[in-house]
């Protein structure tokens, strides 16, 4: 994973994890990181390990946690040459409405959508991912069948993302970038 974040450049990526649920549940348990190295890296996992579970239950908006994720990259203080969003649950979105439609307009917005699908309790999961919730160039859905399972397929799966090729961005985004503020910048 360390030589894969460092091959993309000696600004490596950033990274947020913000947990999410039924309708205006979503909070950012990790603000931004840049990581760029081991050192980075390891701050990074153990940020992730020692956040608490926020929500529990409650039922599920993908919708929402589109959109409140779409608005996380604004002014985060890195200038990216991708923004991708990953979505890793194990139900359907049952709250906001359709979330093909919040998909759409981000990825004409330039953004990837990603999925990692936990089949517990519902094997057609994997698709409904696929038809409703990623989009935008390379978007993939990867599924577990457990969260047994969870830890070691959302390792393969930032591997895949990390060494994706840099698709181009649209051009409004590419002058923005091209003339924004000095700002470290990030995968």
Do not use: C, H
Not at 78 to 84: H, K, L, S, V
């Amino acid at each position: 994973m360390i030589s894969a974040i460092e091959s993309v450049g000696d600004d490596g990526i950033a990274v947020s994890l913000m947990q999410w649920g039924y309708g205006f549940q979503q909070r950012v348990a990790v603000d931004w990181l840049p990581v760029r190295d081991a050192e980075s890296a390891e701050a990074l996992a153990r940020a992730i390990e020692t956040s608490p579970r926020l929500f529990v239950g409650n039922g599920t908006s993908i919708t929402w946690a589109l959109t409140v994720g779409a608005r996380k990259f604004e002014d985060n203080g890195f200038a990216g040459r991708r923004r991708t969003i990953d979505v890793s649950g194990d139900g359907r979105n049952n709250s906001g409405g359709q979330p093909r439609q919040v998909r759409d307009a981000l990825v004409a917005e330039g953004f990837t959508i990603n999925a990692l699908a936990i089949l517990d309790g519902d094997a057609a999961l994997g698709r409904y991912f696929e038809q409703e919730v990623i989009g935008g160039s390379g978007a993939f859905v990867m599924t577990v069948e457990s969260f047994d399972d969870y830890a070691e397929a959302i390792r393969r799966k930032l591997l895949r993302e990390i060494q994706a090729p840099v698709a181009s961005l649209p051009a409004k985004e590419s002058r923005a970038l091209a003339q924004g503020p000095d700002r470290p910048a990030a995968q």
